[in-house]
């Protein structure tokens, strides 16, 4: 159990990974530095988080990861005052670690 993990109020269960979000959720800049407005329609746009605590079920996500999974499909908690992303393991999409090797083809669920 990491520290993060120990500083959370709850235990997560089964496949469940909490996750806080990266940067705002409002305006973005393009890579030529356009701001887009958050209310800028865009086509399905996935979202990077950091993991922050996994269930017990969880076999492929550690505390720490950078998960890419749907925004529009999550459920949102606060814990002491932070904003977190309650998620299950199949609605993550890909995972970004140090641990991952190249050539490793991953865990299929």
């Known amino acids: 159990m990491t520290a993060d993990e120990k500083s959370l109020p709850i ?17 973005r800049r393009s890579s030529a530095g356009i701001v887009i407005p958050a209310t800028a329609a865009v086509g399905k746009r996935l979202a990077w988080a950091t993991a922050v605590g996994v269930g017990p079920n969880v076999r492929s996500i550690v505390s ?3 998960v890419l999974f749907d925004p529009d499909d999550r459920s949102e908690v606060e814990l002491h005052g932070r904003g977190y992303v309650l998620l299950r393991e199949r609605d993550v999409h890909a995972v970004a670690a140090e641990r991952i090797e190249n050539d490793s083809t991953g865990l299929y669920l």
């Open 11 to 27: 235990r997560l269960l089964h496949d469940r990974v909490l996750v806080q979000m990266e940067g705002s959720e409002g305006e």
């Open 64 to 66: 720490g990861d950078r």
